[in-house]
T-cell receptor
Framework: GAVVSQHPSRVICKSGTSVKIECRSLDFQATTMFWYRQFPKQSLMLMATSNEGSKATYEQGVEKDKFLINHASLTLSTLTVTSAHPEDSSFYICSAHPFRDRAQGGNTIYFGEGSWLTVV | GEDVEQSLFLSVREGDSSVINCTYT??????LYWYKQEPGAGLQLLTYIFSNMDMKQDQRLTVLLNKKDKHLSLRIADTQTGDSAIYFC???????????FGSGTRLLVRP
């Protein structure tokens, strides 16, 4: 099946620094990827839609200057948390939809393993 | 916008069937999904159903969709301890590929 990989799986950074999380589709191309945030014991909240070759679309209430998203290729999207603070500590998960599935009328959406960010 | 609701907790005995329920508000949702999340891990796609279907079966999993009541359920037959996890239902929001998640149902399987 399709695989979406995230890196790093866990990262600890100092307050005020920036950290980058990568999301890769390993065996398919994805023109669109999504970034979610999950607080402990809560559901997933969509942060933004990452569009290959264009600007990301952010959900209401998500600071685009703080959560920088870059989707430079059909298999890679990155989320950079800039000037991180302890309240940014969370579980960040990306998802991707195989372009080949869409072309065939399917609609599978796969998630990465998630990245735990701890800001100290 | 779409709102998806689930019961928070379900406890069953090993070998019994589990039924996890979900309700949604957006009748234009074309696809509805079930994901499994184990502690500290990402989301595993279990199955999904297209809105023109009433039922979908995949091995131990059966998905039932009642479009009139906007109700979705996931039945796990012969539930095993390895099925203990949080189960999320999610609806596809309109014409985009954005998923709207329910709160998740924590399934506990007792030996």
């Amino acid at each position: 099946g399709a695989v979406v990989s995230q890196h790093p799986s866990r990262v600890i950074c100092k307050s005020g620094t920036s950290v980058k999380i990568e999301c890769r589709s390993l065996d398919f191309q994805a023109t669109t990827m999504f970034w979610y945030r999950q607080f402990p014991k809560q559901s997933l909240m969509l942060m933004a839609t990452s569009n290959e070759g264009s600007k990301a679309t952010y959900e209401q209430g998500v600071e685009k200057d703080k959560f920088l998203i870059n989707h430079a290729s059909l298999t890679l999207s990155t989320l950079t948390v800039t000037s991180a603070h302890p309240e940014d500590s969370s579980f960040y998960i990306c998802s991707a939809h195989p372009f080949r599935d869409r072309a065939q009328g399917g609609n599978t959406i796969y998630f990465g393993e998630g990245s735990w960010l701890t800001v100290v | 916008g779409e709102d998806v609701e689930q019961s928070l907790f379900l406890s069953v005995r090993e070998g019994d069937s589990s039924v996890i329920n979900c309700t949604y508000t957006d009748s234009s949702s074309t696809y509805l999904y079930w994901y499994k999340q184990e502690p500290g891990a990402g989301l595993q796609l279990l199955t999904y159903i297209f809105s023109n279907m009433d039922m979908k079966q995949d091995q131990r999993l059966t998905v039932l969709l009642n479009k009139k009541d906007k109700h979705l359920s996931l039945r796990i037959a012969d539930t095993q301890t390895g099925d203990s996890a949080i189960y999320f239902c999610a609806g596809l929001g309109g014409s985009s590929y954005k998923l709207i998640f329910g709160s998740g149902t924590r399934l506990l399987v007792r030996p």
